[in-house]
């Protein structure tokens, strides 16, 4: 088991993403800075193919970001959805938290927020998404639909000595998506959800099978009434496969969850779902439970 304070985020550059959170946190004793930067580390991999530069485009070929951010003090929240120019969503998520009355904004008025908050505009489409965009609308022409594997959202949760939760999500969604289609993972409750009484979940996969359930909510409620985070998340994926009428391998739903103790879990339907956790001893890529 881990101890606080600790980590852990979604997919194997998770454990890269926890490391740089815990560093934060060390040198600056905020969470708020470990959980953005540790984000960061996601962000601006362009090896990472669903977030931030490097991410694939919408079916436009257009970089759209959803990306939510959460303090569990005092139930804070902010969240960005279909942002486009920056490259950074997670840190326009926080900023709305901090420097606005609002809890979420949208679109090309986020994007001008972001501008008017000092963020650069840059162009995030990278030349390898661009070509594998190009590919992808070949494929649709022809009528052979076999789509490239993207999901990679990043769900980062933290929670300090002091029991201290923050979450922060960040992803560019499903590749190819609709034009302005948002995911789950701005959407405070289904990506992401921060209660500083009991702990913390997060989610990637299909947003739209996550969102119907407001996945990460339930989570945390469901650990609320005394299950572990372990439990937490197995029921909830039962409650979305239920809900589907779908067996689990069909929805791709995978969730990270910590309650405030410092218990760690990781849960999802898809083979290739992996987490990264890091404490002070130690960090590491796990293999979560696979609900089947
Ligand atoms: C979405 N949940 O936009 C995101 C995609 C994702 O890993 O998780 N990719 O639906």
Redesign the pocket.
Known sequence: SFSRPAFIATWPFGKAACQAALQTLLQTESMRDAVELGIHTAESDESVT?VGYGGRPNAAGVMQF?ASFMDGERQQAGSVAAIEGVRHPISVARRVMEATPHAMLAGADAAKFAQQQGFPTEDLLSPAAKASWLRWQAKQQTGDDEQEKT???IALLGVADSGHLVGGCS?S??AYKLPGRV???PLIGS?LYVDGAVGAAG?????EN?MRYCGSFLIVEFMRQGMTPLEACIATIRRIAEGERKAPAALSVNFVAMNKAGHVAAAGTDTDFLCGIADQSRSLVVQPYLVD
Do not use: R
Request: proline share 0%.
């Open positions: 669903s959803d999901h990679d959202t992803t969604g499903m995911g789950d993972s990506g989610a990637t996969g299909i947003g996550v």
